[in-house]
């Protein structure tokens, strides 16, 4: 199985602020990841897929990039509305796998 | 619009069976697409447990392939979770998705407790 190391695993932001999220791969995934936020008792969003490519409905704060085995995903400007958890998911090989997640606040 | 919505009981006893339906509105699941079960528990790790096709060919996570089996029912547009021999780690959110590069629709998902 590939491993998907996520972190931070928890993060603290001011509203404005720039935040970033990093998920290595054990190995290559062709840039073959989605980015998910997740709100307390709601079904995972999807944001991003395919590394950088954003999901009809995402704001453009949001963004993603990488390669082989190192992606990021930031929102620039975080509004209060970002709140939430985000995950990672590799999609290049079976079986999938995610992220341990990223929480992030306000601080 | 698509919809996804999961069913089944909360609370299944430890060496049970735990048996879900994700039932499908807005989109035949025989027209394309995979649909997986996916769950998250307790510490928040998610988990890909397995998927039924469009054509009825199933894909499971090597980790519950002695346990896992997933069916549908064509006429009803839904597709279902069976695992067996449940333990307390098996406790945890359900989910029922679409897979679609990635997962696109999810259902608001179903927290299963195993326990006596």
């Known amino acids: 199985d590939i491993q998907m190391t996520q972190s931070p695993p928890s993060l603290s932001a001011s509203l404005g602020d720039k935040v970033t999220i990093t998920c290595q791969a054990s190995q290559n995934i062709n840039k073959y990841i989605a980015w998910y936020q997740q709100k307390p008792g709601k079904a995972p969003r999807q944001l991003i897929r395919y590394t950088s490519t954003l999901v009809s409905g995402t704001p453009s704060r949001f963004s993603g990039s990488g390669s082989g085995r190192d992606y990021s995903f930031s929102i620039s400007n975080v509004e209060s509305e970002d709140i939430a958890s985000y995950y990672c998911?590799?999609?290049?090989?079976?079986?999938?796998?995610f992220g341990a997640g990223t929480k992030l606040e306000l601080k | 619009e698509i919809q996804l919505q999961e069913s089944g009981p909360g609370l299944v006893k430890p060496s049970q069976s735990l048996s879900l339906t994700c039932s499908v509105t807005g989109y035949t699941i025989t027209s394309g697409y995979d649909w997986s079960w996916i769950r998250k528990f307790p510490g928040n790790k998610m988990e890909w447990m397995g998927y039924i096709s469009y054509s009825g060919s199933t894909n499971y996570n090597p980790s519950l392939k002695s346990r896992i089996s997933i069916t549908r029912d064509t006429s009803k547009n839904q597709f279902f979770l069976q695992l067996n021999s449940v333990t307390t780690e098996d406790t945890a959110t359900y989910y029922c998705?679409?897979?679609?590069?990635?997962?696109?629709?999810w259902g608001q998902g179903v927290m299963v407790t195993v326990s006596s």
């Open positions: 998911l590799q999609y290049d090989n079976l079986p999938y796998t």
């Open positions: 998705a679409r897979e679609s590069g990635p997962f696109d629709y």
